[in-house]
T-cell receptor, first 114, second 112 residues
Framework: AQSVTQLDSQVPVFEEAPVELRCNYSSSVSVYLFWYVQYPNQGLQLLLKYLSGSTLVKGINGFEAEFNKSQTSFHLRKPSVHISDTAEYFC????????????FGRGTSLIVHP | EPEVTQTPSHQVTQMGQEVILRCVPISNHLYFYWYRQILGQKVEFLVSFYNNEISEKSEIFDDQFSVERPDGSNFTLKIRSTKLEDSAMYFCAGSLANYGYTFGSGTRLTVV
């Protein structure tokens, strides 16, 4: 089984500032890692994913994440946020074999202030 | 870009009533899922469906829940006798392979 911890339930930040949303996971097997974004009253949209290869993954809307196996982390970063980035962000992990069913973290609410 | 369509967007039902939540997945997807998100809580896996049968289900998915894909297009989640604690956002998802799901925009179920 695997679990995901998103350390911050809410992250307020000013527009054009950098942001990092933290995600740590635990798993007894090798994993795939995902970040999803949920805008108000919308579904979950895939931001980026790590399956294998380069540990730095670039996604949509200028986001990137780095897989750190030794620290079991997959933190999401953006160098300069916009008001439109205000949303709920979910980290998810799935085993890289077997059922592949992802486990989601509790989510981090990113609030971008003007 | 292809989308997963869920209807209705919001459903209110009385406790004890049956509800059917509907999803139209992307046509070439092979794996289908239902998740739920109780307000303020994390997204929880309910069930996965592949090759016209349930491939995995969580402990949340008890005998009150069922899924089917009756016509090869729609993918439905039925709750036989709703309880107050079934109030949540229900997300349908699909994937071509075993990862990288595409989620629908969800159905908000309110049980009163």
């Amino acid at each position: 089984a695997q679990s995901v911890t998103q350390l911050d339930s809410q992250v307020p930040v000013f527009e054009e500032a950098p942001v990092e949303l933290r995600c740590n996971y635990s798993s007894s097997v090798s994993v795939y890692l995902f970040w999803y974004v949920q805008y108000p009253n919308q579904g979950l949209q895939l931001l980026l994913k790590y399956l294998s290869g380069s540990t730095l993954v670039k996604g949509i809307n200028g986001f990137e994440a780095e897989f750190n196996k030794s620290q079991t982390s997959f933190h999401l970063r953006k160098p300069s946020v916009h008001i439109s980035d205000t949303a709920e962000y979910f980290c998810a992990v799935s085993p890289s074999g077997g059922s592949y069913i992802p486990t989601f973290g509790r989510g981090t609410s990113l609030i971008v202030h003007p | 870009e292809p989308e997963v369509t869920q209807t209705p967007s919001h459903q209110v039902t009385q406790m004890g009533q049956e509800v059917i939540l509907r999803c139209v997945p992307i046509s070439n997807h092979l794996y289908f899922y239902w998740y739920r998100q109780i307000l303020g809580q994390k997204v929880e896996f309910l069930v996965s469906f592949y090759n016209n049968e349930i491939s995995e289900k969580s402990e949340i998915f008890d005998d009150q829940f069922s899924v089917e894909r009756p016509d090869g297009s729609n993918f439905t989640l039925k709750i036989r006798s709703t309880k107050l604690e079934d109030s949540a956002m229900y997300f349908c998802a699909g994937s071509l392979a075993n990862y990288g799901y595409t989620f629908g925009s969800g159905t908000r179920l309110t049980v009163v």
